[in-house]
């Protein structure tokens, strides 16, 4: 298919539909890909520039920095400890400003409706072969959320070994508590190592909740915005109500929105952060 810039006229929704796969649009860069990269260097952009000199009397954008880090590490406190904390922290922080980002990035008008192709109506789910959108939300894509939920499992494994041991990991998944002891005892190891044999495929499809929990309510959301957008046309308005309505009709969901883009930021770092106090709490500490 050979991929033609396209201009956005007012016959086109200014939010379109978010095909279920990522398009390619610069060789093997999708355009989720390509958002992520946006989002990243903006993050990077914006805390350098905050952070480039130090006051004591903090800015507003150093004071912006400091407070996601101290909400961040404070909420990690409150599950992990200090010590633990400290050491997830920085991957910790990092999926988080980058999911918020990423899902607020996501609600900017052109995001998902600029883009490359044919146009011949308005933009609709099964329009994703005659057009390309240049911008496609980084955290509805299932590929984006699984890879970083594949790299917080890697540093969960090397942080839960280094701090009970490979003896504690293996004995928090496979070992029998209560320390009975006899054939009472014995039953127990048995029916523990069973238990263990699921928790280990819990283990297994863990990146896999956390990945399908963010793409679906940032998909839903998504399609919710442009459906929305397109009810006038759907229910038939005249053309100039119609055009209102593509205006007017998402502006209340947008509110909803960032308040789930929030939210589902929290919930995915405050799961990691479980998932690291679950492997990592010894016996004998208090809770």
């Given at each position: 298919?050979?991929?033609?810039?396209?201009?956005?006229?007012?016959?086109?929704?200014?939010?379109?539909?978010?095909?279920?796969?990522?398009?390619?649009?610069?060789?093997?860069?999708?355009?989720?890909?390509?958002?992520?990269?946006?989002?990243?260097?903006?993050?990077?952009?914006?805390?350098?520039?905050?952070?480039?000199?130090?006051?004591?009397?903090?800015?507003?954008?150093?004071?912006?920095?400091?407070?996601?880090?101290?909400?961040?590490?404070?909420?990690?406190?409150?599950?992990?400890?200090?010590?633990?904390?400290?050491?997830?922290?920085?991957?910790?922080?990092?999926?988080?400003?980058?999911?918020?980002?990423?899902?607020?990035?996501?609600?900017?008008?052109?995001?998902?409706?600029?883009?490359?192709?044919?146009?011949?109506?308005?933009?609709?789910?099964?329009?994703?072969?005659?057009?390309?959108?240049?911008?496609?939300?980084?955290?509805?894509?299932?590929?984006?959320?699984?890879?970083?939920?594949?790299?917080?499992?890697?540093?969960?494994?090397?942080?839960?070994?280094?701090?009970?041991?490979?003896?504690?990991?293996?004995?928090?998944?496979?070992?029998?508590?209560?320390?009975?002891?006899?054939?009472l005892g014995l039953l127990m190891a048995v029916i523990f190592f069973l238990v263990g044999i699921i928790e280990v495929v819990s283990i297994v499809f863990?990146?896999?909740?956390?990945?399908?929990?963010?793409?679906?309510?940032?998909?839903?959301?998504?399609?919710?915005?442009?459906?929305?957008?397109?009810?006038?046309?759907?229910?038939?308005?005249?053309?100039?109500?119609?055009?209102?309505?593509?205006?007017?009709?998402?502006?209340?969901?947008?509110?909803?929105?960032?308040?789930?883009?929030?939210?589902?930021?929290?919930?995915?770092?405050?799961?990691?952060?479980?998932?690291?106090?679950?492997?990592?709490?010894?016996d004998d500490e208090e809770h």
């Open positions: 298919m050979t991929l033609e810039p396209s201009i956005l006229t007012p016959g086109y929704a200014l939010l379109a539909a978010v095909p279920l796969n990522p398009e390619g649009i610069f060789g093997f860069v999708t355009n989720s890909i390509f958002v992520a990269a946006i989002v990243t260097g903006l993050i990077l952009w914006f805390t350098s520039m905050a952070t480039k000199r130090m006051e004591m009397v903090p800015g507003k954008k150093q004071n912006l920095v400091e407070f996601v880090v101290e909400f961040v590490l404070r909420e990690l406190e409150g599950i992990l400890g200090h010590k633990v904390a400290v050491k997830v922290f920085p991957l910790l922080a990092t999926i988080f400003v980058f999911i918020l980002v990423s899902n607020w990035f996501g609600l900017v008008p052109g995001v998902g409706s600029l883009g490359f192709g044919e146009k011949t109506g308005p933009i609709t789910l099964d329009a994703t072969e005659h057009y390309v959108p240049l911008l496609r939300p980084a955290t509805a894509d299932l590929n984006m959320n699984l890879g970083m939920a594949a790299v917080f499992m890697i540093v969960w494994l090397f942080v839960s070994i280094k701090e009970v041991g490979l003896k504690g990991f293996l004995h928090h998944i496979f070992g029998a508590k209560g320390g009975m002891t006899g054939l863990r990146p896999v909740s956390l990945s399908l929990r963010l793409y679906g309510n940032i998909f839903a959301g998504e399609t919710l915005l442009h459906t929305m957008a397109e009810l006038g046309e759907t229910m038939g308005w005249p053309d100039a109500i119609a055009f209102l309505g593509r205006i007017a009709l998402p502006i209340p969901f947008y509110f909803m929105e960032l308040l789930v883009g929030m939210v589902q930021a929290i919930v995915f770092t405050l799961l990691c952060a479980v998932y690291v106090q679950l492997s990592t709490a010894h």
